[in-house]
């Protein structure tokens, strides 16, 4: 048995990390003059590049630079450096694992599960969200879109686990339908769309399985398995 599984919004708070970021960065903008950023964020504007595909292999400097440059194409490098530093602390500061993930992963170490982390963003913000989180020996193999420079829009990256670890019962546990429920339909995996997270109320159309969380989740798999069995 194969589990492919995403990391963002999927086992740790993302989303809501960096939600509490932004709120943190609203007087931090206030008293730099940033008004144009501030109203940036305010107005979600940043929304427009949530399915940007270069913006998946960034890592956290190239993407402060992106969405700052856009706003401020005149900004100084030390601007963006100490805002990189902001994003960076209070971001790492926010950011949780689930309740149900450390069940979860111990649930697939039970069923002898081989798990791989596909994950997209760059190699260095992916490996200390790891390190952070205390996760990485749960894991056989970690697969970054910023390493591999592919991200999950396309396949290349679940086909790349199922090189490494070629099964015929494989599993794809995320929280984004287009990339993580896609590359599921693409390999022949069944695909398990956990709805929490940025993307909860995205429509879906490649899933297998909806649940709620991730412990839903691995009784989907353990049916699975022993229909298999």
């Known amino acids: 048995m194969l589990v492919l599984l995403d990391l963002d919004d999927t086992l740790c708070n993302t989303w809501e990390a960096g939600k509490r970021t932004m709120l943190r960065a609203v007087p931090f903008l206030l008293r730099r003059g940033k008004l144009r950023a501030l109203l940036y964020l305010l107005t979600a ?5 949530e399915d940007s595909r270069r913006l998946h292999i960034l890592d956290l400097h190239e993407l402060v630079e992106e969405l700052f440059g856009r706003i401020y194409p005149e900004i100084a490098e030390g601007e963006l450096a100490e805002l990189s530093s902001f994003v960076e602390e209070n971001f790492f500061r926010h950011l949780r694992l689930y309740d149900d993930a450390i069940p979860f992963l111990n649930g697939l170490r039970e069923l002898g599960a081989r798990v791989v982390l596909v994950t997209d963003s760059s190699t260095n ?10 996760i990485g020996d749960y894991f056989d193999d970690v697969i970054i879109s910023g390493e591999t420079g592919h991200s999950k829009f396309e396949d ?5 686990a199922l090189s490494r670890f070629p099964e015929g019962e494989v599993y794809v546990v995320g929280d984004r339908d287009e990339t993580d429920m896609a590359g599921a339909r693409a390999i022949g995996a069944v695909g398990i769309l956990v709805k ?13 399985y909806i649940v709620r969380d991730l412990l839903e989740a691995l009784e989907v798999i353990k049916r699975e398995h022993k229909k298999r069995t």
Do not use: H, M, P, T
């Open 125 to 134: 913000w992916q490996r200390k969200k790891i390190e952070v989180l205390g």
């Open 156 to 160: 290349y990256n679940f086909r790349l």
């Open 196 to 208: 929490r997270g940025y993307f909860r109320g995205k429509a879906v159309k490649n899933a297998d």
């Open 45 to 49: 504007k940043y929304r427009n590049l």
